[in-house]
């Protein structure tokens, strides 16, 4: 599984890098974590605010922290 963290390394995105990182452990999955801070490759992402959570190349939450229930879910629809 692949997850990406858009953000520029904001507070607001390093926190959501720990609790993607938490989710995944709870999840129980093996996943590669990408950070994309350059603007341009953010922008190509069509978010209006970071931090952005891109899982398995789709955009799954912009311009928030997503809960880790939250994430737990997405990682689990991503996986079946």
Known sequence: MEIKILGMGC????RLEEVAREAVAEAGVE?????????GEIMNYDIMSTP????????VSSGRIPSKAEIVAWIRQEGT
Not at 11 to 14: A, E, H, I, N, R
Not at 31 to 39: D, S, W
């Open 11 to 14: 507070p607001k995105c390093k």
């Open 31 to 39: 996943a590669e974590f990408t950070k994309v801070t350059r603007i």
């Open 52 to 59: 952005g959570l891109v899982i398995n190349g789709k955009v």
